[in-house]
Structure formats: structure tokens, C-alpha cells
């Protein structure tokens, strides 16, 4: 069974103060690792998509790096804007030729001006 | 990026209505759709896969009778929930699978809607 693991849950950062986040997972035959951004009371805001060991994405102050085993999104000199719960998820097949996801429970960041 | 929508964004219901939320994709088509709940500080729970011209397909647990799902088209799926009791006020998101080149798919998800019931 596919797994999805976040560390850590909560993460408290100076405003400016970088720091990485990370997604541990466990699939059999990964079609992609996705990183999503969750405001309170709003649905998840697609980040990035990442396919293959190696693989590098950038958006802003954000960058996602993925490796054999684990996904990292790192967060150079964040803003209190930036504060958010960020979730990793992987595919699996659900049938009729589409996808499901697996969610990891999320890391929820706090910027402190 | 690809864009989903939900309507209402909120709703207020009295126990023992129903209520039905929208879900649409806006600039692609969606054979698949797919219904999640959120309770507070909770990560999202599949509640079902909506399919376009099939029967929606149920997580265990999640009762078919009370949460209704239609996929009357490409672009929109539909939740209704029957006869709604206090329990059922809950945030529900929508979401929708975009075909990517690597024959992957990405999901995108709607705003959510607030169901309260009193």
C-alpha cells in the first residue's frame, strides 16, 4: 500500500529564516509526487509536480527536489505570507483510467515577522 | 494552471434538508471528479469518485443514500446531501484529474464549500 510520510507536522520560522520541509514516501511505481498549499478554509493550490529522482522545480521562494525515497520543498527567506499547511500526495489508479491520491497529514508553517 | 469551482462557497441548512454543492472544471473536461471532507485541523478524506455516464464509486464508510453524486457532464459534478443532520456540517472539496504528458494527472481542486446545519 502506498504511504505518504510529512515531517515535520508544525513548523514555527522567522521571517527570513530558510528551511526545508519534508515528504517520505512509499510507492510501487511512482507516477508523480505533488505538492499542494493549504490556506484555512480554502481547498489545495497546486505547486508543483515532480516525476523523476532529480528532478528540480522552483516557483517564487519555493523549490521541490525529489529523490528515490523522499520529496523536500524547501522555503529560502520565507514571508508571513507564506504561512500555510503544504501537503505532498502520489497518485495511484482508481479505475476508469484516472487517479486517486495518497495525502501526507501536512506540515503546517508559521512565519513570524 | 486549470481551474475548479465550487457553489455555494457557503451554505446554512436546517436539519432534515437536503443541500447540493457544484463542483465544475472550467477550461478542461473531467470524465472524473472526486468528493473529500475536511473536518477541522484534519487532512482530506475521499468521501467518493464521481464518474461521467457511471455510478459514482464510494469510500467505505460514506452512505450512497445521504451524499448523492452526479456527474451530469464533462465539466460538472454534483453533491447533494439528503436530509442533513448537525453531524454533516463539514468543509467539502471538489476535485478534478488533468492529463499530463508522463500519462500522470494532476489535481486540482475546487475552493470548498462550508456546510453548516442547524
Known amino acids: 500500500e502506498d504511504q505518504v510520510t510529512q515531517s515535520p507536522e508544525a513548523l514555527r520560522l522567522q521571517e527570513g529564516e530558510s528551511s526545508s520541509l519534508n515528504c517520505s514516501y512509499t510507492v510501487s511505481g511512482l507516477r508523480g509526487l505533488f505538492w499542494y498549499r493549504q490556506d484555512p478554509g480554502k481547498g489545495p493550490e497546486f505547486l508543483f509536480t515532480l516525476y523523476s529522482a532529480g528532478e528540480e522545480k522552483e516557483k517564487e521562494r519555493l523549490k521541490a527536489t525529489l529523490t528515490k525515497k523522499e520529496s523536500f520543498l524547501h522555503i529560502t527567506a520565507p514571508k508571513p505570507e507564506d504561512s500555510a499547511t503544504y501537503l505532498c500526495?502520489?497518485?495511484?489508479?482508481?479505475?476508469?483510467?484516472?487517479?486517486?491520491?495518497?495525502f501526507g497529514k501536512g506540515t503546517k508553517l508559521s512565519v513570524i515577522p | 494552471g486549470a481551474v475548479v469551482s465550487q457553489h455555494p462557497s457557503r451554505v446554512i441548512c436546517k436539519s432534515g434538508t437536503s443541500v447540493k454543492i457544484e463542483c465544475r472544471s472550467l477550461?478542461?473536461?473531467?470524465?472524473?471528479m472526486f468528493w473529500y471532507r475536511q473536518f477541522p485541523k484534519k487532512s482530506l478524506m475521499l468521501m467518493a469518485t464521481?464518474?461521467?455516464?457511471?455510478?459514482?464509486?464510494?469510500e467505505q464508510g460514506v452512505e450512497k443514500d445521504k451524499f448523492l453524486i452526479n456527474h451530469a457532464s464533462l465539466t460538472l459534478s454534483t453533491l447533494t446531501v439528503t436530509s442533513a443532520h448537525p453531524e454533516d456540517s463539514s468543509f467539502y472539496i471538489c476535485?478534478?484529474?488533468?492529463?499530463?504528458?508522463?500519462?500522470?494527472?494532476?489535481?486540482?481542486f475546487g475552493p470548498g464549500t462550508r456546510l453548516t446545519v442547524t
Open positions: 464521481s464518474n461521467e455516464g457511471s455510478k459514482a464509486t464510494y
Open positions: 500526495a502520489v497518485p495511484y489508479p482508481s479505475g476508469a483510467g484516472s487517479y486517486q491520491l495518497t
Open positions: 476535485s478534478a484529474p488533468l492529463r499530463q504528458e508522463r500519462a500522470s494527472y494532476e489535481q486540482y
Open positions: 477550461d478542461f473536461q473531467a470524465t472524473t
